[in-house]
């Protein structure tokens, strides 16, 4: 028999041996699938002792024998040449079988990470249902999820006055690092990378708006090359927005909100500043229909599909080593996932933490990777 119990953050698939509870897990852009006890691979895994499977998700595994006990039993076999000690091992073997294959199994998950998106499903595969959900979306996860299972198409464009508040942070930007005094800062501290697969603090649209409410960084902002011309433009109200300019901002509206298709940059500046609004030319999604999904195929897919097979161990030692690597202990990594820390807080929680701001922690890695060519 097998079944699910679920109290608060703690999610128990019960069984036994021969019919082990399936489960699977997805983290952030990462999907596990475990077929069997065996299945769930930890460095510091220990039969009924919690071990930390993923960041600050915990994981038990109960049952009375573990799955070496035949291996042991064998050995002992081929050591002996007494007989009447063989015959003993063997009879030992087929009862411990029966037990073995009949006793009681429990995976116990301990959700305390309240940062990452994480869902727990029963099952494998296509075969799933969701148990349990850390945390609801976000209104951009939210309203793109709804977008990419639409169906719809863009109406013509036309320039038009937005209000910034209703208008999506970039999830890209051109020129990347080269471009953007951010985006050097947190890729010199690996809190974002937009070619890391194992564990990323920030994605793109989570740093620019985590970073928009940190004084320092805006300073930074406000006196950097193109972004500082850009502010003072859009301040005046001087901003050239005439048809046949390469800086026409251009904006996809769905459903109310506004993602930047063209002049990803100006439109971060305007919202970091606080600009109320941008001229923009927005095409509208019109005939929005939702998208039939077939029933034989997984609804929900992972954004990414890696060159080389991500393990646990690989997302669990990421997670610790970005922190670490920019003075943090392990207890503060945990506090920043188990508090649900914002964006935000994480940014300044780094900066208290270390007494020292995200750009002289930035000089100091550069520094370091310098000296150490």
Known sequence: ??????????????GIQKQEPKVTIRFND??????????FQSDDSVLNKSFELLPSIYCTIKKRWDDDIFTRYYNE????NNFIKKLFITLSILIIKYRFNNQSVEIILEVRNKRDNIEILEGVFKNTTSRFKNKDESLYEKIENDKNESCYRGSDPRGMYVDTKKVFYPTTMGG???????????????????FKEDYKVFDVETMLEGSSYNEGILELCSNYGTCGYLLEKFKSDSYCTSEELYDQIELIEYKGHYFPHEGKHRVCIAKRFKIPKIYAKVTKSINIEKRQIDKDANSISIKNNYT??????????????????????????????????????????????????????????????????
């Open 77 to 80: 076999y081929k050591d002996t």
């Open 176 to 194: 990347g690092a080269g471009r953007c005094v951010v985006w050097d800062i947190f890729q010199t501290l690996d809190l974002m990378n937009t």
């Open 308 to 373: 080389r097979k991500i393990g646990e161990n690989d997302i669990l030692n990421a997670y610790y080593k970005v922190f670490r690597d920019i003075g943090l202990e392990d207890e503060n990594v945990r506090y920043i996932t188990e508090e649900g820390l914002s964006d935000a807080e994480v940014i300044n929680y780094i900066e208290k933490t270390t007494k020292k701001s995200l750009l002289e922690l930035s000089k100091e890695v550069a520094k370091k990777e310098k000296d150490d060519i």
């Open 30 to 39: 990462s999907e596990f699938s475990y077929v069997s006890t065996s299945s």
């Open 1 to 14: 028999m097998s079944g699910c119990l679920i109290k608060g953050n703690v999610i128990i698939f019960k």
